[in-house]
T-cell receptor
Framework: GQQLNQSPQSMFIQEGEDVSMNCTSS?????WLWYKQDPGEGPVLLIA?????ELTSNGRLTAQFGITRKDSFLNISASIPSDVGIYFC???????????FGQGTELSVKP | DARVTQTPRHKVTEMGQEVTMRCQPI?????VFWYRQTMMQGLELLAY????????DSGMPKDRFSAEMPDATLATLKIQPSEPRDSAVYFC????????????????FGEGSWLTVV
């Protein structure tokens, strides 16, 4: 079945550093979504990407929809302590609209 | 501020009991998803509906789980009988999907139902 490989699994960085994470798959998706989940909460949508090659920013976050439609990355610039959490990528399959998730990247930011 | 509403937020129950989780999708959304989140498996899709019709429930153990949408404002996920391995966080999410080629469809999550089966 369809799978998303998200990396890295975890990151420990210093405040102010930039962060990059990505998701890859052998399947094609027509939408890529990036979520952040805080402890005890549901995932919150950060960025949505709708077409191949699209590059979208939301404040310090930038995400891109890969040209092959099989990958996406998320960058966070100048990280701050409140960026701590688990980041998930999700891809929507063209037929039927099923949304599947990567395993998550746990981000820790040291002040 | 429109949001997906889930109840209960927390539930502790004994093995063998029936558990029903409810979800109110965002008004106007036509697609509803049920996910289960555990440390080991991450976010797993259990089932999803489009315009109240089940599209895919292959991720759901059929013998004990059932998902329904009695109307457009309510989705339910039922476990009967519950087992300790069902302990997890169950998320409902909703979105507006307007066609196979549509791209204007973001999907929003509820805060989850935290289930513990003892």
């Amino acid at each position: 079945g369809q799978q998303l490989n998200q990396s890295p699994q975890s990151m420990f960085i210093q405040e102010g550093e930039d962060v990059s994470m990505n998701c890859t798959s052998s399947s094609i998706f027509n939408t890529w979504l990036w979520y952040k989940q805080d402890p005890g909460e549901g995932p919150v949508l950060l960025i949505a990407l709708y077409k191949a090659g699209e590059l979208t920013s939301n404040g310090r976050l930038t995400a891109q929809f890969g040209i092959t439609r099989k990958d996406s990355f998320l960058n966070i610039s100048a990280s701050i302590p409140s960026d701590v959490g688990i980041y998930f990528c999700a891809g929507r399959i063209p037929q039927g609209g099923k949304l599947i998730f990567g395993q998550g990247t746990e981000l820790s930011v040291k002040p | 501020d429109a949001r997906v509403t889930q109840t209960p937020r927390h539930k502790v129950t004994e093995m063998g009991q029936e558990v029903t989780m409810r979800c109110q999708p965002i008004l106007g959304h036509n697609t509803v998803f049920w996910y289960r989140q555990t440390m080991m498996q991450g976010l797993e899709l259990l089932a999803y509906f489009r315009n109240r019709a089940p599209l895919d429930d292959s991720g759901m153990p059929k013998d004990r789980f059932s998902a329904e949408m009695p109307d457009a404002t309510l989705a339910t996920l039922k476990i009967q009988p519950s087992e300790p391995r069902d302990s997890a966080v169950y998320f409902c999410a909703s979105g507006l999907v307007t066609g196979p080629g549509s791209f204007g469809n973001t999907i929003y999550f509820g805060e989850g139902s935290w289930l513990t089966v003892v």
